[in-house]
């Protein structure tokens, strides 16, 4: 069951993985993780469960500079390993908004 508080952005973004992949970093790549690093640093620092979320609350605000270093990483990494994460983000993306959706009913 996911928790209503919130749930692990590795397990509702898994190509978020693609970030923790050893390899040297492009100019763009270094500028972005920089700027991730700067914007995330205050909610990191902020306690707020945010109520109720079912993933990225928070994260919104900096997960499209990573999204940009996972997508120069891709040309890395075999395309079956890229289609694992985007069928299993999906999957549990969806199984998640359904339950908050249920949740959310039987919450009126």
């Known amino acids: 069951m996911p928790d209503p508080q919130g749930i692990s952005l590795l397990i509702t973004t ?3 993985l693609l970030l923790l992949m050893p390899r040297r970093l492009a100019a763009l790549e270094k500028v972005a993780l920089a700027n991730v690093a700067l914007i995330a640093l205050p909610g990191l620092l902020y306690y707020n469960s945010g109520a109720l979320q079912f993933g990225q609350c928070f994260s919104l605000d900096w997960i499209a500079l990573a999204l940009i ?3 120069l990483a891709v040309k890395r990494v075999p395309v079956w390993v890229l289609a694992v994460f985007t069928r299993v983000g999906a999957a549990i993306n969806v199984w ?4 908050f959706l249920e949740f959310i009913a039987m919450a009126k």
């Open 69 to 71: 270093v996972g997508a």
């Open 14 to 16: 898994p190509f978020l």
């Open 96 to 99: 998640g908004s359904l339950l």
